[in-house]
C-alpha cells in the first residue's frame, strides 16, 4: 500500500511539474508575442474575469517580474492549481469559503467565486477584485461581504461547492438558472415605498457596478507591455440580458431606459461578427490557396445614430476594441480625434462621399443619420441639392462631394429644424391658425405623420392629403380633435409655401426625395451585411425605411435600439410597435424570404427584446424616474411601450427636494453660496450640471451664476451624463401648470390622500393633454442625466412634488449654508478641458467656451466663441441678415486670430468676401482649390 501511494504522488508530482512547465513557457511567450497567439486558453479549466481596480492597481506594480508573478499566479489559477499548505480562504460572515486571498511577495490579490450564465449553463467562474497591501485587505472584504448578503443561500451554496480532476479543482455547471439574489422588494417590482424600508436588498457600494473582464491572451499582452490603455478598450463581461441580446440570431427590436446598455449591446454585437469573420477569414486563408484581396472578403456592417458625440464615442470604442483583439494591429495609429467638434456632416476630409467602392479600411462604418444620407444622396443619380440655385451653382462633379464648401454652406444655413422653424416661420404664420396651437406640436405632427409617417411612404408626393391626415389620425388615437388636426394641415400648408420662398428645406423633403429615387433608380452600390441603428426614437419612420434599400439581410441584419421615453426631440414621435409593423411590411414582405404567408412571416418577425438592469445610475434615482414612467403609463398608454422597471442593486441617497421659507429668494442665495458670488474661483464642478425647462430661464439663470455652473436646457443635455444634477424650476416654468393637477386624481387611485382632494378638476383640451406628455418626458430625460445626487428646486409648489414627498421617494432638505456648501465638488482644470470637449463634440459652443475658460485654454475658448457666433449667424440669417453677417464677420477675424484658416475662410466665403478668403493660409489644399473653384463660379 505504502508503495502504491509512494507511485501516485510522483504520477501527481509529474503531472504537477509538467503542467507548471506549462504555464511558465505560455507566459514568456507574451514577451515576443503582441498578438496573442497562443492556445494557453483553450486549456485553461476556470474563466478569469479581472476588475477595473485590478487592472488599476496592476498598472501601479513597481516591477515587469512582480507582474510576471501575479500573471503566473491568475494563469495557474485558471489551470485549476491551488495552493495546499496555504490558507487562502477569509474568515467573513457571508462570503465564507467564497473569498480567498493569494499572497504574492508582500501583496494579496483578492478574488471570489461567482456563476455566470453562459449559452445556457450557469458556471462557477473566479473574479479577481483587486491585488493590495495585507493592510487594506479588511476594507474590502467588509465592503465585499456585504454585497455578498443580498445574494440567495441556492447561489451562496452552489458557489461554495467544489470539484476536482485528479489534483486541480476544476469549476461545476448547472443546465438551470440560479437565482442570485434573494427575493426583490417592491423597488424593484415598481411598488411604492416609503423612507427607506427597501435598502435591505440593496447596497450603497460602486462595486456592484464594476466591469469586469474575461482574462485573455490580449489583456495579458497589455498588462506586460506597460500600456496605459488610453488607446485599448477591452470586451468586459455582459450581464445575462445583455448576453442573450448579443447571442441573438435574428433581426430585433431592443428596448431599454436611459443606461441600460442599448448602446453597449449594439457594439458587442458588431464587434463579436467582426471578430468571428476575422476568425473565419485566417481560417480560409491558411487553408485555401485562392488569392483575394480584403476588398473582396470585407464584413460590410452599418452603424447609424442622430447624435454625432454618440457617434463619435462608438466609433472610437470600436477602433479600441480592435487593437485588444489577437491578431488585430495594435501599433496602429490612434483614433483620437482632434479636440474640435465632431461635424456630424461632413466628417474627415478622407471619409468617404457615397458608397461606390467604399475602401475596406473604413468598415465598420459609423455614420451619423445624416451623413448616411449625404452618403446616398452623392451614390444615386441627380442630387437633391440641385433643384437650389445656391448648392446647384457647383459644376456636377463638385456636387458629387459633399464637402464642397458651396455644399457644406448651403446645407447648414439652409436646412429648417425646429428651432428656426419656431423663430423664423412661426412668428409670420396666421395668427387665427396659430392662436391656439403650439409650434412644438405642429413641427411634430408635420414632421412625424404628414411628412414622415408610413402611410406618407406610399403618398403621392411623399406627404398625405389632408383627407388621408384626417383619417388617419383618428385611427391612431390621436389627442387632438378635428378642428385641431385642420389647423394644423393648414399650417402645414403655408409652412411649405414659405419654406419653397425662402429656398430651404427640411429633413423630410430630403427623405422623400431619396426615396423616390431609390424607388426609380434601385439600390446598386455596397451591399451591408448588418445594419445597427441606436436611439431610433429620434428617428421618424419614413426615415426609418431607409436602410431597407442597403441590406437586404432582414432575417438576421437588422438591430433597432431605442427608448420611447426619451422621444423628446422635435419633430418625432416614436413608439416600437410602429417599427415593428414597418419592419413587416415595407421590410419583410418585400423580401420574399420569411414565409410563403404573413401569417409565417408575423410570427419569424422577433418580440421587442427588453434590458431593465441599469447601470448608471443608483436605485433612488431609478424610483424617482419609474414614477413618471407610471404617470405615463397612465395618461398616455399608447405614447409609450411597456417595460418591467428598472433594477439596480446599488442604492443611493434619495432625490432631494429644497426648500425655503422665501422660494423666490432662494437661487439668489444659491447663487451666492454655491457659485461663489460669481468670483473667479469656481465652485460647481464639471461633473454638476442645472437643468432649466428653455432658452429662457436658461439666459436668467447664467445671468446670475456667470461661468461658475454649466447651465443647459433638457433637450442639450439629452445624451449628456453628469454626477449630479440640479433641476430648476421645472414646473414654475411649466406652460401646462394647470394640467399638473390631473395628478391629484392619480393619487386617489392609489390611496394617496392629498389636500386638494376635494377639489374640482376641470376638463383639458386634448392638445394640453399631449403637451403634458412631452412634459413628463422632458422630466424623464432630466432626471436620468445623474449618476450620483439629484436636487429639485422649484418656485412654485406642484403636485408632482406632493407625489413623490407622499409615495416617500424623495427628501425634503431646508436650505442652509452648510447643505449648500456640501453641493460643492470643485473640479480640475484638466476635467474641465475634458467636459468641454463633450460640448464641442455636440456642438454646444457655449457651454464649451465656459468649460475652456474655466480650464484656462484661452485658445480654445476663442475658437467656441467664434464657432457661437458663426452658429448665432445661421439662426438669423433669415430673420435678421445684417446682424447675420455682422456675427459672421466678428467669428470669420475670431478664427483668423487663432490660426483656424480653415473656418475663417468658409466665413469669409459665406459673406462673398472671396478675396479675403483667398489670403486666408489654408492649411488644407482640399479647401483651397475648392474655395478657388468656387471664387470662379460667382466671379468667372
Request: hydrophobic share 40%; net charge negative.
Amino acid at each position: 500500500m505504502r508503495q502504491v501511494s509512494t507511485s501516485k504522488k510522483g504520477v501527481i508530482h509529474e503531472d504537477l511539474a509538467r503542467v507548471l512547465a506549462q504555464v511558465e513557457a505560455e507566459l514568456d511567450k507574451f514577451k515576443d508575442l503582441p498578438d496573442g497567439d497562443t492556445i494557453l486558453f483553450e486549456k485553461a479549466k476556470w474563466k478569469i474575469l479581472l476588475s477595473e481596480n485590478f487592472r488599476t492597481s496592476f498598472k501601479k506594480l513597481d516591477s515587469s517580474e512582480m507582474k510576471k508573478l501575479v500573471l503566473n499566479l491568475l494563469l495557474r489559477l485558471s489551470f485549476g492549481l491551488r495552493p495546499r499548505k496555504r490558507k487562502i480562504d477569509i474568515v467573513c460572515e457571508n462570503s465564507k469559503q467564497i473569498l480567498k486571498h493569494f499572497r504574492v511577495r508582500d501583496v494579496y490579490v483578492l478574488c471570489s467565486i461567482d456563476i455566470v450564465k453562459d449559452s445556457g449553463l450557469c458556471n462557477q467562474v473566479l473574479k479577481i477584485w483587486d491585488i493590495m497591501p495585507l493592510v487594506d485587505v479588511p476594507v474590502l472584504v467588509k465592503r465585499l461581504d456585504a454585497i455578498y448578503a443580498l445574494h440567495s443561500e441556492e447561489y451562496l451554496s452552489r458557489c461554495k461547492e467544489k470539484s476536482f480532476e485528479g489534483f486541480l479543482e476544476v469549476p461545476k455547471s448547472w443546465d438551470c438558472d440560479v437565482a442570485h439574489y434573494k427575493s426583490t422588494t417592491n423597488a424593484e417590482t415598481g411598488g411604492h415605498h416609503r423612507g427607506d424600508a427597501f435598502s435591505e436588498n440593496y447596497s450603497s457600494d460602486s462595486l456592484m457596478l464594476m466591469k469586469f473582464y474575461s482574462l485573455s491572451s490580449g489583456i495579458i499582452w497589455h498588462l506586460l507591455s506597460g500600456c496605459d490603455g488610453q488607446e485599448v478598450d477591452f470586451p468586459f463581461e455582459l450581464s445575462d440580458q445583455e448576453k442573450e441580446i448579443v447571442q441573438f440570431g435574428k433581426s430585433s427590436f431592443v428596448l431599454g431606459r436611459s443606461g441600460s446598455g442599448k448602446t453597449t449591446v449594439l457594439v458587442m454585437k458588431l464587434f463579436q461578427r467582426e471578430q468571428l469573420h476575422h476568425i473565419a477569414l485566417r481560417g480560409y486563408h491558411e487553408q485555401s490557396d485562392a488569392v483575394e484581396t480584403d476588398e473582396q472578403n470585407v464584413l460590410k456592417q452599418l452603424f447609424v445614430t442622430v447624435n454625432p458625440r454618440l457617434c463619435h464615442f462608438v466609433k472610437q470604442n470600436i477602433s479600441r476594441l480592435k487593437r485588444s483583439t489577437c491578431g488585430w494591429n495594435l501599433s496602429a495609429e490612434s483614433c483620437e480625434f482632434d479636440l474640435e467638434e465632431i461635424d456630424e456632416t461632413f466628417l474627415s476630409s478622407d471619409f468617404p462621399d457615397s458608397f461606390v467602392d467604399i475602401p475596406s479600411s473604413f468598415f465598420p462604418l459609423v455614420l451619423t443619420f445624416k451623413k448616411f444620407l449625404l452618403m446616398l444622396d452623392c451614390t444615386m443619380g441627380v442630387s437633391f441639392f440641385d433643384r437650389f440655385p445656391e448648392a446647384r451653382a457647383c459644376q456636377p462633379e463638385k456636387r458629387k462631394n459633399s464637402k464642397s464648401l458651396t455644399l457644406q454652406t448651403f446645407i447648414r444655413t439652409r436646412e429648417v429644424n425646429y428651432e428656426k422653424f419656431s423663430s423664423s416661420y412661426w412668428p409670420y404664420m396666421n395668427v387665427k391658425l396659430t392662436k391656439r396651437v403650439e409650434p412644438f406640436l405642429c413641427f411634430t405632427e408635420i414632421t412625424s405623420h404628414i411628412k414622415g409617417g408610413l402611410l406618407a411612404l406610399e403618398a403621392a408626393g411623399g406627404h398625405l392629403s389632408r383627407e388621408d391626415y384626417l383619417s388617419h389620425s383618428e385611427r391612431r388615437l390621436s389627442y387632438l380633435t378635428e378642428q385641431e388636426r385642420c389647423r394644423i394641415y393648414d399650417i402645414y400648408l403655408e409652412y411649405e409655401k414659405s419654406k419653397v420662398k425662402n429656398g430651404e428645406f427640411d429633413l423630410a423633403d430630403f427623405v422623400s426625395d431619396i426615396h423616390v429615387r431609390l424607388r426609380v433608380e434601385g439600390y446598386n452600390f455596397a451591399e451591408m451585411d448588418f445594419v445597427y441603428i441606436d436611439e431610433i426614437q429620434d428617428l421618424t419612420m419614413k426615415q426609418i425605411a431607409v436602410f431597407k434599400h442597403v441590406c437586404r439581410n432582414y432575417e438576421e441584419g437588422f438591430l433597432f435600439a431605442g427608448d420611447t421615453a426619451q422621444a423628446i426631440s422635435k419633430g418625432v414621435e416614436f413608439r416600437f410597435k410602429d417599427i415593428r409593423s414597418l419592419f413587416y411590411k415595407t421590410f419583410a414582405m418585400d423580401s420574399g424570404r420569411f414565409g410563403s404567408t404573413s401569417t409565417n412571416t408575423k410570427r419569424e418577425i422577433s418580440d421587442v427584446l427588453h434590458l431593465s438592469q441599469n447601470f448608471r445610475t443608483h436605485a433612488g434615482v431609478l424610483r424617482l424616474a419609474q414614477s413618471v414612467i407610471d404617470l405615463i403609463y397612465h395618461f398616455f398608454p399608447n405614447s409609450i411601450d411597456e417595460l418591467n422597471p428598472e433594477t439596480s442593486h446599488v442604492n443611493g441617497v434619495r432625490p432631494v427636494l429644497l426648500k425655503s421659507v422665501d422660494n423666490r429668494s432662494v437661487f439668489k442665495s444659491m447663487s451666492e453660496v454655491l457659485f461663489a458670488g460669481q468670483k473667479k474661483s469656481v465652485e460647481f464642478g464639471a461633473e454638476q450640471v442645472v437643468l432649466v425647462r428653455n432658452e429662457e430661464v436658461k439666459n436668467d439663470v447664467l445671468g446670475q451664476v456667470g461661468c461658475c455652473a454649466l447651465v443647459l436646457t433638457i433637450l442639450e443635455c439629452k445624451g449628456l451624463e453628469f454626477e449630479d444634477v440640479l433641476l430648476y424650476n421645472f414646473f414654475g416654468s411649466s406652460p401646462v401648470v394647470d394640467q399638473w393637477e390631473l395628478l391629484h386624481g392619480y393619487m386617489r387611485t392609489l390611496n394617496i390622500s392629498s389636500p386638494h382632494d376635494e377639489c374640482h378638476f376641470r376638463h383639458f383640451s386634448d392638445e394640453k393633454l399631449k403637451l403634458l406628455c412631452h412634459e413628463l418626458k422632458l422630466l424623464y430625460v432630466a432626471i436620468t442625466r445623474t449618476r450620483q445626487r439629484f436636487w429639485i428646486f422649484d418656485e412654485s409648489w406642484s403636485p408632482m412634488l406632493e407625489l413623490w414627498k407622499c409615495k416617500g421617494i424623495v427628501q425634503l432638505q431646508h436650505l442652509d449654508n452648510e447643505f449648500l456648501a456640501s453641493m460643492r465638488v470643485p473640479s480640475t482644470p484638466e476635467a474641465w478641458k475634458k467636459r468641454g470637449r463633450k460640448f464641442l463634440h455636440v456642438q454646444n459652443y457655449e457651454m464649451a467656451r465656459i468649460c475652456f475658460k474655466n480650464a484656462a485654454e484661452p485658445y480654445w475658448e476663442t475658437y467656441c466663441q467664434a464657432s457661437e457666433l458663426r452658429a448665432k449667424a445661421d439662426r438669423l440669417r433669415i430673420l435678421n441678415p445684417q446682424i447675420s453677417q455682422h456675427h459672421l464677420f466678428e467669428a470669420a477675424e475670431l478664427f483668423d486670430s487663432i490660426g483656424k484658416d480653415e473656418s475663417a475662410a468658409q466665413c469669409y466665403f459665406e459673406l462673398e468676401e472671396y478675396k479675403k478668403a483667398g489670403r486666408t493660409n489654408f492649411s488644407s489644399l482640399n479647401l483651397s482649390l475648392c474655395i478657388i473653384h468656387d471664387f470662379h463660379l460667382f466671379y468667372p
